[in-house]
């Protein structure tokens, strides 16, 4: 039985798995070929690997550090919520 296409949400969700070549074969299959024919999303990935290029270029010291709290506090409460679950 052919699986149902991937829908732009289930996409976002997946892209950092994609991104880290953490999809098993049939995912990734399937978000490529929504990639073949949706452009909002083809766009969305060029967007993220650009986001990727340019963060990974920063060091700690680039950061403000009142930014950099608030950017700990964040992934810490996102990490805490996810334990919850």
Not at 8 to 28: G, H, K, N, P, W
Not at 43 to 48: H, K
């Amino acid at each position: 039985m052919a699986e149902r296409e991937l829908t732009c949400q289930e996409l976002v969700e997946l892209i950092t798995s994609y991104l880290d070549d953490a999809l098993t074969s049939e995912e990734r299959q399937r978000l490529e070929h929504h990639l073949m024919y949706c452009h909002g999303c083809r766009a969305y990935l060029e967007q993220m690997r650009a986001t990727l290029r340019l963060v990974g270029r920063l060091s700690a010291e680039d950061i403000p550090d009142d930014l950099r709290l608030g950017l700990l506090t964040a992934f810490r409460g996102l990490r805490k919520n996810a334990d919850d679950a």
